[in-house]
């Protein structure tokens, strides 16, 4: 298989799309409780920060098989 910087774009876009949900989920959680207090993954900033690890799994699992298919 060739390397195609489409594809390759495309799992980042989906990443970032994962980092900025976790982001987003972090200001919410910091406004709230603050800065020594805060916690993403509880509360109403929660759906927002497992979304983001979700979306960071897919494209961990579209990544994983992708690099093995270049390398074969």
Known sequence: MEFSW???WG??????AGLGLIGRAAVIAIRRDGIGRARAERGTSSPWFWSGIGVLIVAGLLLIP???????
């Open 6 to 8: 489409w594809t390759w």
């Open 66 to 72: 992708w690099v093995i298919a270049l390398d074969s």
């Open 11 to 16: 799992i980042m876009v989906i990443a970032l």
